[in-house]
């Protein structure tokens, strides 16, 4: 049974900083793909970070790049999302994703290749 269970949220003002963890079980972090999403509301689920399984290679969306990190603790089975310099616009509930779907086609920033999702965690930025 996987389970992702996400913290870390808060309200912050724009130009600072949080850090996001998803505490991870059922699943290695370290042997899977692992990747974060947010959503705002009315918006579709978008694709933040993903890292690679068995590796440090990650891929960014655009819009964060040079502003966010994603990273693991292999020993502690947790992902993490260093989010920096933030903007009103990454205002969002952030989920962390694992189960990603090989077999399907397209990025894999697109949540429909993703198959376990946390409960997420709410970013406010004023």
């Known amino acids: 049974h996987v389970q992702l269970v996400e913290s870390g949220g808060g309200s912050v003002r724009a130009g600072g900083s949080l850090r996001l963890s998803c505490a991870a079980s059922?699943?290695?972090?370290?042997?899977?793909?692992m990747a974060w999403f947010r959503q705002a509301p009315g918006q579709e689920r978008e694709g933040v970070a993903v890292?690679?399984?068995?590796?440090?290679?990650?891929s960014y969306d655009d819009s964060v790049k040079g502003r966010f990190t994603i990273s693991r603790d292999n020993a502690k089975n947790e992902l993490y999302l260093q989010m920096n310099n933030l903007k009103p616009w990454d205002a969002a509930v952030y989920y962390c994703?694992?189960?990603?779907?090989?077999?399907?086609?397209?990025?894999?920033?697109?949540?429909?290749?993703?198959?376990?999702w946390g409960q997420g965690t709410q970013v406010t930025v004023s």
């Open positions: 994703a694992a189960g990603f779907r090989y077999s399907a086609s397209g990025s894999a920033l697109d949540a429909r290749r993703w198959n376990y």
């Open positions: 059922g699943l290695g972090v370290s042997s899977n793909n």
């Open positions: 890292i690679y399984k068995g590796t440090t290679t990650a």
